[in-house]
């Protein structure tokens, strides 16, 4: 295989809506520059960059994935990106490693919910950013309004460069602004026939080249004078001038395609090749390891290497990729690096390129390339390696916190430290998921970015390690406290033989504001229990509390004062006031009205405008409180607190209702008291649960 250097390299990450053909589209590229042999296609499970099982079964990119071609001598590597919301994170880390962003919308749809936020990714990196209008083949596509509405919410730097030849049906090329030809294409190759721009488009193709012209050059000072005294624009400085301004973001030049029909890919590979800016255009941000200083470096094969590892797969028989590009120098086979974020040694000796599942063996990666290295020792997602023992670090990757727990259970017995292994080698694939064990209900937690999110690491688990397991939805961590101040008693008393047992205590009950946990206050003067004894007066409350009283939740936000007692010289013992501490605290509960604490979630729902009515009318009746409401663009986001019990089935809710276009995060926020008549249910239900009462017996 051939090496690139940065001039002649472009990192481009195809990112946009889910279904909007971005796979497809890849597809057509990869074939249209001899990548592969054939046109791969989504619907049969044979495009290169939706290999993996998952992918295959559910028709959708779950996660970033790499491919490269050439075309006339330029290295592109693409990188596929999921659309949906639930892996995000994913299109986040290639968006890290890429200069240039190929947003793709549908002809159909326009700019869906997904679109607004990938591009904001986009603008975030300050990516180059390119958009395509996809699927021109179907019915009721329409260039004109998917223009329109990308204009209404992205502005007027987009200006197409391009025209449909066609549309729907009759969709059959594209209208080159810029070399002022139509291109037809015939049978898939993707390699168009240059033809003169039909009669009835020309006045249209004529005026849609002098807004781009103008654009343009408005862009630069000295292209601006030209066009005042020239009127116009020579074609090479069209072409110059459109370079310079999509590489500073001042233009961005809009195409037309149907990857699966595959229209307009050679005109593509075209634009991307001569209007993305290289790596060696690109600086990255840095941080210098002496003095912490934010630095940006380019591509330069001469500079140290440094390598950055923005993605790792775990694989079971390869054990694990890491993913990386080569910011800085060359990376070569048999050599050692640094790896500068875990201060280790890494052997490189397995460099390869990824096309989809096919891995090329290769020897060395230039400067602003991206590659892929099997069997790192310790290298995660993340981490800077470098020839250097010291030198700049690249600033890791921010990934999602996790938005929604479930409860797994393996379906064998004994399969749980296969579970934790697995989980672990999945986690350092996919840092957004997070694992744990909740402290309140004991239940194994795994937890993700939503419902899609995790039933994939589920199939995932079961394929590559051979672990079973089902969720279920997670227990709710109720809590108990009370809402009355009480006095009571607990007395322990056993004459059993021998030596008896006797421990007798007065407590005080008060509730305490939320959030305060337990408190205990030693009040006994003149001796009625022995100071030593005390302290397991303390401990029985403790216990006791603990096991709750209502539904077998934590009892919290109150305070125990122990004011009297009495004790036996030979009989007492600390186990006799442990009971009596605990005694005294059931006592209580019979007078202190305890009632149930539930969680509440601050939760943001994110959804197209049409769909925002109907979502809060549900919010409402999940008992919510809507604290705002904020449309921008296509999507309006609503803040509210919704009890967390009403919240573990929303996702499958916020699916149906906004067909796959909305999305959500919620974080912990307080616990209130749940409202009287939800209170019977809940310590009904789960009484019969464990078909046990709850008690200190
Ligand atoms: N009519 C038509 N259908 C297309 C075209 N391109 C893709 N499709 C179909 O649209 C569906 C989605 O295409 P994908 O390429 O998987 O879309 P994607 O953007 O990668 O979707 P995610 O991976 O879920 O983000 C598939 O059924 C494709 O066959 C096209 O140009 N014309
Ligand atoms: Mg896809």
């Known amino acids: 295989m051939p090496t690139y250097a940065a001039a002649t390299i472009r990192n481009v990450a195809v990112v946009g809506h889910n279904g909007s053909g971005k796979t497809q589209l890849i597809?057509?590229?990869?074939?249209?520059?001899?990548?592969?042999?054939?046109?791969?296609?989504?619907?049969?499970?044979?495009?290169p960059t939706d290999f993996d099982d998952e992918a295959i079964a559910r028709k959708h990119t779950l996660a970033a994935t790499p491919a490269w071609l050439e075309w006339q001598g330029t290295k592109v590597n693409l990188v596929d990106t999921p659309g949906f919301g639930n892996f995000l994170s994913e299109t986040g880390a290639a968006l890290r490693v890429t200069d240039a962003a190929l947003v793709v919308v549908d002809a159909v749809a326009g700019v869906e919910v997904q679109t607004e936020r990938v591009w904001g990714l986009a603008s975030d990196q300050q990516l180059a950013r390119f958009v395509v209008i996809n699927r021109l083949d179907r019915e009721r596509a329409s260039f004109a309004t998917a223009l329109e509405d990308l204009h209404a919410t992205f502005g007027r730097t987009l200006v197409p460069v391009q025209l449909p030849y066609g549309e729907e049906k009759g969709f059959r090329?594209?209208?080159?602004?810029?070399?002022?030809?139509?291109?037809?294409?015939?049978?898939?190759?993707?390699?168009?026939?240059?033809?003169?721009?039909?009669?009835?488009?020309?006045?249209?193709?004529?005026?849609?080249?002098?807004?781009?012209?103008?654009l343009v050059a408005e862009a630069d000072d000295a292209l601006m004078s030209r066009f005042f005294d020239e009127g116009t624009l020579t074609d090479d400085e069209l072409v110059t001038g459109l370079r310079t301004a999509v590489g500073k973001g001042a233009v961005v030049p809009v195409f037309c395609a149907a990857g699966a029909e595959n229209i307009g890919a050679d005109r593509l590979l075209e634009a991307l090749t001569q209007y993305a800016p290289s790596p060696v255009e690109r600086p990255l941000p840095a941080i210098q390891a002496a003095d912490a200083q934010a630095v940006t470096v380019s591509a330069d094969d001469t500079a140290?290497?440094?390598?950055?590892?923005?993605?790792?797969?775990?694989?079971?028989?390869?054990?694990?990729?890491?993913?990386?590009?080569?910011?800085?120098?060359?990376?070569?086979?048999?050599?050692?690096?640094?790896?500068?974020?875990?201060?280790?040694?890494?052997?490189?000796?397995?460099?390869?390129?990824?096309?989809?599942?096919?891995?090329?063996?290769?020897?060395e990666l230039h400067a602003g390339d991206l590659g892929a290295i099997?069997?790192?020792?310790?290298?995660?997602?993340?981490?800077?390696?470098?020839?250097?023992?010291?030198?700049?670090?690249?600033?890791?990757?921010?990934?999602?916190?996790?938005?929604?727990?479930?409860?797994?259970?393996?379906?064998?017995?004994?399969?749980?430290?296969?579970?934790?292994?697995?989980?672990?080698?999945?986690?350092?694939?996919?840092?957004?998921?997070?694992?744990?064990r909740d402290p309140r209900t004991h239940e194994q937690l795994i937890?993700?970015?939503?419902?899609?999110?995790?039933?994939?690491?589920?199939?995932?688990?079961?394929?590559?390690?051979?672990?079973?397991?089902?969720?279920?939805?997670?227990?709710?961590?109720?809590?108990?406290?009370?809402?009355?101040?009480?006095?009571a008693h607990g007395r322990h008393k056993k004459q059993t033989g021998g030596h008896g047992q006797f421990g007798d205590c007065k407590i005080r009950v008060e509730p305490l504001p939320r959030g305060s946990d337990f408190q205990f206050e030693d009040d006994i003067f003149g001796g009625s229990i022995p100071r030593q004894f005390v302290p397991a007066v303390e401990k029985g409350i403790q216990e006791a509390r603990l096991r709750g009283f209502l539904a077998g939740f934590p009892l919290v936000d109150f305070?125990?004062?122990?004011?009297?007692?009495?004790?036996?010289?030979?009989?007492?013992?600390?186990?006799?006031?442990?009971?009596?501490?605990?005694?005294?605290?059931?006592d209580a509960m019979t007078r202190a009205r305890p009632v149930l604490l539930e969680p509440i979630m601050q939760v943001e729902v994110y959804a197209p405008n049409e769909c925002a009515g109907d979502l809060m009318g549900d919010l409402n009746g999940r008992r919510g409180r809507i604290?705002?409401?904020?449309?921008?663009?296509?999507?309006?986001?609503?803040k509210a607190q919704v009890p967390m019990s009403e919240m573990l089935t929303y996702e499958q809710h916020l699916t149906s209702a906004t067909g796959g276009r909305g999305s959500y995060r919620m974080t912990h926020s307080h616990y209130e008291e749940v409202p009287a008549h939800q209170q019977a249910k809940i310590v009904a239900a789960h009484k019969t649960d464990h078909g046990v009462e709850h008690s200190d017996a």
């Open 627 to 638: 604290s705002g409401m904020e449309a921008r663009g296509h999507a309006t986001t609503i």
């Open 447 to 487: 937890s993700g970015q939503g419902q899609l999110h995790l039933e994939v690491t589920v199939a995932k688990l079961k394929r590559r390690f051979g672990v079973d397991v089902t969720l279920k939805l997670p227990r709710i961590p109720y809590l108990e406290t009370i809402t009355a101040s009480t006095e």
């Open 559 to 586: 305070k125990a004062t122990v004011f009297d007692g009495s004790f036996h010289p030979v009989d007492s013992n600390e186990m006799s006031f442990k009971m009596a501490g605990s005694l005294a605290l059931r």
């Open 173 to 214: 090329g594209v209208i080159d602004l810029v070399g002022q030809r139509a291109y037809t294409y015939d049978g898939g190759t993707g390699r168009g026939k240059a033809v003169a721009i039909p009669e009835s488009i020309a006045a249209e193709a004529r005026n849609a080249r002098e807004a781009l012209v103008e």
């Open 304 to 363: 140290p290497t440094r390598v950055f590892v923005w993605k790792t797969v775990a694989d079971p028989f390869a054990g694990r990729i890491s993913l990386f590009r080569v910011v800085t120098g060359v990376i070569r086979n048999d050599t050692t690096l640094s790896n500068l974020t875990r201060g280790s040694q890494e052997r490189i000796a397995h460099l390869m390129a990824l096309q989809g599942k096919t891995q090329a063996q290769v020897n």
């Open 27 to 47: 597809s057509a590229l990869l074939f249209t520059a001899g990548a592969t042999t054939r046109l791969g296609r989504v619907d049969d499970g044979t495009a």
């Open 374 to 436: 099997a069997k790192l020792k310790e290298a995660q997602t993340g981490d800077t390696l470098s020839d250097k023992a010291t030198d700049l670090t690249f600033p890791p990757i921010a990934f999602a916190a996790p938005l929604l727990s479930y409860a797994l259970e393996p379906k064998t017995r004994g399969d749980e430290d296969k579970i934790s292994t697995a989980l672990h080698r999945l986690q350092e694939e996919d840092p957004t998921i997070r694992t744990d």
